[in-house]
């Protein structure tokens, strides 16, 4: 074939050269960057960064809300122990005022009564139950008198025996 040679002419390698370079750019616009593998080790590591910086912000946030809650769920149980408080002190009060008015106003009627009754039981012929009493009282006044008489008598004579 006639001056081509066993490799081919020079215009037919440069034209294979030609393209295979073409091809190579097609392929891989860095190819003829040094270390093409630092272009996946740098997306690699901004793909950690941004999966990182997500993950940072999204517990942050959740770390924020869970701090809300638990401040609101104990706000809420302090607001509900004080109004209990505050209820069980009012009903308690309350139950002690009733008691004490319904006590003040039993013994109030009762003594109304006992006193009606005193003032109806002497108007009805009730003035010798009065003397009655008044006698019976006497009889008493004498009986302790001579009670007293005997103690002292009985005084006097340990001491005589005594001396």
Do not use: C, W
Request: proline share 2%; glycine share 6%.
């Amino acid at each position: 074939m006639g001056g081509r040679g066993s490799n081919g002419s020079s215009s037919s390698r440069r034209y294979r050269s030609q393209g295979q370079s073409e091809t190579r750019h097609l392929i891989s616009p860095f190819s003829n960057f040094p270390f093409p593998s630092l272009f996946l080790v740098a997306a690699a590591f901004i793909v950690v960064e941004v999966v990182v910086v997500v993950v940072v912000v999204v517990v942050v946030v959740v770390v924020k809300v869970v701090v809300v809650v638990v401040v609101v769920v104990v706000v809420v149980v302090i607001v509900v122990a004080v109004v209990v408080v505050v209820v069980v002190v009012i009903v308690v009060a309350v139950v002690v005022v009733v008691v004490v008015v319904v006590v003040m106003a039993t013994t109030t009627v009762m003594m109304m009564m006992m006193m009606m009754m005193i003032y109806f039981a002497g108007e009805q012929g009730g003035g010798g139950r009065e003397e009655e009493e008044e006698e019976e009282e006497e009889e008493e006044e004498e009986e302790e008198e001579e009670e007293e008489e005997e103690e002292e008598d009985e005084e006097e004579e340990r001491l005589k025996s005594i001396l």
